[in-house]
């Protein structure tokens, strides 16, 4: 549910995997992995995950320490295209985010993701009427911390109350919150999250008539 606030949205900031992408994290780590040689995701993999994320070692970096030899481009390619497989666009959400840029709403990204996955969404071009877009590997921040969402805010100089973020996560929702900004769980149920958008939409609307009146 969306937290009420006296402010009109004037941004709407959208988690990626989960929301606008499908989320398929353990398909694409499972392929990358049997590529380069083993049965599965070595359990060191996840004593990374949190550095990955911040941008402290790059997934290429992470992988040759697993597995003792530098990545060749053939390998990297293997992780995009598993990426480009395992993550395709979720169509309604990307035609809800257009929707809002034609009631004159900006529309941002912030993520948890990792390098490769930068360059391949990148390679997607799905996110470029997405601006500004937040990546935690690129800041080295990372969601639910408090500080993510504080970047978000300075950046797009709003208040709090007039920005909405959309997460699948409910524990980064809830961060988003207490941070001031309207948080809406998004569950899969793609009416229900544009009806919750929509609602802060028209209320901005509704100001400007007031203000016009």
């Avoid at 003792?68 to 309604?92: K, M, N, W, Y």
């Avoid at 690129?138 to 408090?146: A, C, D, V």
């Avoid at 409910?170 to 919750?196: C, F, M, P, Y």
């Amino acid at each position: 549910m969306a937290t009420e606030h006296g402010s009109p949205v004037r941004y709407v900031v959208f988690d990626m995997g989960g929301v606008l992408l499908q989320l398929g994290e353990s398909a694409y780590r499972d392929v990358v992995a049997r590529h380069l040689g083993f049965d599965g995701v070595p359990p060191a993999y996840d004593q990374y995950a949190d550095a990955l994320y911040r941008g402290r070692i790059s997934e290429e970096e992470l992988w040759s320490k697993l597995i003792g030899r530098a990545l060749t481009e053939e390998d990297l390619e293997v992780c995009i295209q598993s990426f480009l497989t395992h993550f395709p666009p979720i169509e309604p959400m990307l035609a809800l985010a257009e929707e809002l840029r034609r009631h004159g709403v900006g529309t941002a990204v912030l993520s948890n993701t990792q390098n490769v996955h930068v360059r391949a969404v990148r390679r997607m071009r799905i996110l470029d009427p997405f601006f500004p877009v937040f990546f935690s590997c690129e800041i080295g921040l990372r969601k639910p911390s408090e500080a993510i969402y504080r970047h978000v805010v300075e950046t797009l100089g709003l208040a709090p109350g007039e920005i909405a973020f959309i997460d699948d996560i409910a524990e980064n929702v809830e961060a988003a919150q207490k941070a001031g900004l309207h948080g809406i769980h998004h569950t899969g149920d793609v009416e229900a999250t544009r009806r919750s958008v929509l609602a802060l939409v028209r209320k901005r609307e509704n100001v400007h008539e007031e203000r016009d009146g």
